[in-house]
């Protein structure tokens, strides 16, 4: 699935397996419309027995509360296996919202050159 520019009013979820864990892009804007498509995208693509996930937020320019929600309830279905959730290339929006809501102490929040360094292959 191609990686749609931030503002085109939908997401697009891509895996990059590039990396030593699986890494989940999202483009665009992360809404109730489109969370069935990452649901989809987790259940074929993501192996919660594997090193780890990252979403990279890189590309992400919304993110509504069920956005939000799909990304707790990833990281509560991964908790069960001990199977760690990072994020990294949040924007500065972003960012300060996960901070206002306290998700900044849910999740691993990792800048661009810390997700480079630490898994890299």
Do not use: W
């Amino acid at each position: 699935m191609p990686c749609l520019a931030p503002d085109s009013g939908v997401a697009s979820f891509q895996v990059n397996d590039s990396f030593k864990i699986k890494v989940i892009e999202i483009a665009g804007r992360f809404t109730i419309e489109n969370r069935d498509d990452f649901q989809e995208l987790l259940k074929n693509q993501v192996d919660m027995n594997s090193a780890g996930t990252c979403i990279d937020a890189t590309e992400l320019g919304y993110i509504d509360s069920s956005g939000i929600g799909e990304l707790l309830r990833l990281k509560v279905q991964a908790a069960k296996s001990n199977h760690p959730i990072y994020i990294f290339g949040l924007s500065d929006s972003i960012f300060k919202m996960f901070k206002m809501s306290q998700l900044n102490h849910v999740f691993s929040i990792l800048t661009k050159e810390e997700f480079a360094t630490k898994f890299s292959k």
